[in-house]
């Protein structure tokens, strides 16, 4: 049910400006995607240190989602599913080098988005929308794959986390770029302190993100900006004016940088009159990774594990929309959302449908968030190639469970730390498909306590559930998996434009090999 939401009229025909001048044509739009934020991190969420007023304010004046999901508990395939409004395993970021296992895109992976998907700033290109990437790419760090390649017009970031650094002998540094060539490199140009967590990323993008709105709302086009930064990923880092200033640690010196950052940013539309035609969601790529906690990692709240797992902590996201004039101020929406949605539902703010040449497995928000409607849906869980779990209303299905291996788990990997459920938190992959493990999240959100397999509520609730697996599966036709193959001799040795710059690496011979996914 919906909390307090009065139902508004939808239309697309928008029209008035913060300054209440006429403005014809769609609305801008923008994407806050965080690195490993955990649903616990916001105060709104129940954070005891109530470190991020201005998220929590940007809840206040617009919709909270408390049941938002990501397509992925792992990075690369998140957002690959967000741009292109399609599971993974459909546009091909997954592995099939072994059952169920997590895959990304680090410097050795050869893959990339493949050339036939669809992303949302292609698409938006109909409408006339500019559109801007800021941050963490990760769909590819070869040149085929990078953001101008597929619909955006600029890019300040990198293809790649910010790991390092490298000697540039075994491995190279990451470089960052400007739009089509690099213009430095991590640890190098862009300094990251591994031992203070010093530095400026978080200032340099917020001030990317103002430039960019700014030239936009004086050109009157509509613009797409996509601010995918990364400082809430391990390494964690915040700039210097942060440091220290959080309870939660250095981890929480970035959350409350990013806070800023965000109240700074929401601010700028305001001041410039164009809050009302913007419509911006923030949201994470996947849950906190626990394994890095309590010192490079974040809080999952209540759900159990995190980043990695399929389980709520590592698939539940915090999710907030804002669009004043239009979406009623402190409003909570109980829809099942997912970051797929973000695809169809900006297609449809922006007057455009979604391609009908391809399954999309985003739906329109549009209804739930402005005339306050529940729109039935499922949301499946995958892991790798395999279909995990399925939550229908308040019930979740797991027809597999798995943490990650006895082995990896003997190593001190632990993506459940301090949350062992006996037959849930497996360090086996466990078949359920014939009697799956049933929770119920209202009453149950830590699943911690399984609906009994002979209770009648069981076999009510897996009565609905069931067809609906049943068809996902028949219907599902995976795409080519682009994360099997990798080989160091494509690794980011002599990016675009690192001649000008004299940063350009000698490659070692090529070498592919399969890649190993360990979880």
């Avoid at 590819?140 to 790991?163: A, M």
């Avoid at 700039?239 to 970035?254: E, I, M, P, V």
Wanted: charged content about 20%; proline content about 8%; aromatic content about 10%.
């Amino acid at each position: 049910m919906e909390t307090r939401l009065l139902l508004l009229p939808l239309c697309l025909c928008w029209a008035l400006s913060a300054g209440g001048a006429e403005r014809s044509g769609p609305p801008n739009l923008l994407i806050l995607l965080m690195d490993d934020m955990g649903w616990g991190d916001l105060g709104v969420f129940g954070e005891p240190s109530k470190e991020t007023p201005n998220l929590d304010q940007m809840a206040a004046e617009g919709m909270l989602f408390p049941n938002f999901y990501t397509a992925n508990p792992l990075c690369s395939p998140s957002r690959a599913a967000l741009l292109t409004g399609r599971l993974p395993i459909r546009n091909g970021f997954y592995t099939t080098n072994a059952h169920a296992r997590n895959a990304y895109t680090p410097q050795e992976i050869v893959g990339g988005i493949p050339g036939s998907e669809l992303l949302l700033p292609e698409l938006l290109k109909k409408a006339g929308y500019v559109s801007k990437i800021i941050g963490k790419w990760h769909l590819g760090h070869r040149p085929q794959f990078h953001p101008l390649k597929h619909g955006f017009d600029e890019w300040f970031g990198s293809p790649n986390c910010h790991f390092g650094p490298y000697d540039n002998k075994a491995t190279p540094n990451i470089p960052v770029y400007r739009d089509r060539e690099m213009i430095g490199r991590y640890y190098e140009d862009f300094k990251i302190n591994l031992k203070t967590g010093e530095a400026n990323l978080t200032q340099i993008y917020l001030q990317e993100a103002l430039d960019f709105i700014s030239r936009q709302q004086a050109s009157h086009q509509p613009f797409f900006l996509y601010w995918a930064i990364d400082a809430t990923h391990a390494p964690v880092y915040a700039s210097k004016q942060f440091l220290g200033t959080s309870q939660r640690g250095l981890y929480g010196d970035a959350v409350r940088e990013i806070d800023d950052s965000i109240g700074k940013i929401l601010k700028s539309l305001q001041n410039l009159g164009i809050s009302e035609n913007t419509f911006v969601f923030f949201t994470s790529d996947n849950g906190a990774a626990l394994i890095s906690a309590p010192k490079q990692g974040g809080s999952n709240g209540r759900f159990l594990c995190g980043k990695q797992t399929t389980f709520e902590g590592g698939m539940r996201e915090p999710a907030i929309a804002w669009w004043p004039g239009h979406i009623p101020a402190g409003h909570v929406s109980h829809q099942l959302g997912n970051v797929m949605d973000l695809f169809t539902t900006s297609l449809s703010l922006a007057g455009l449908q979604p391609p009908s040449d391809r399954q999309i497995d985003g739906i329109d928000l549009s209804p739930a968030i402005l005339q306050g409607k529940l729109i039935d849906r499922p949301i499946f869980y995958y892991r790798g190639n395999e279909m995990m779990a399925v939550r229908l209303g308040l019930y979740k299905a797991h027809y597999w469970t798995w943490s990650n291996s006895w082995e990896q788990f003997s190593q001190g990997i632990d993506f459940c730390p301090g949350q062992n459920i006996s037959g849930v938190t497996t360090h086996t992959q466990e078949e359920h498909t014939k009697l799956p493990l049933l929770f119920h999240l209202g009453r149950d959100p830590g699943e911690k306590y399984l609906i009994s397999f002979s209770s009648y509520e069981y076999q009510e609730v897996m009565e609905q559930i069931s067809p609906k697996v049943q068809l996902h599966k028949e219907t599902m036709v995976p795409g080519e998996p682009q994360l099997n193959v990798c080989d160091k001799a494509v690794m980011n040795w002599a990016p675009p434009g690192c001649e000008k710059l004299g940063k350009c690496l000698e490659p070692p011979k090529s070498n592919p090999k399969k890649c190993f996914w360990p979880h």
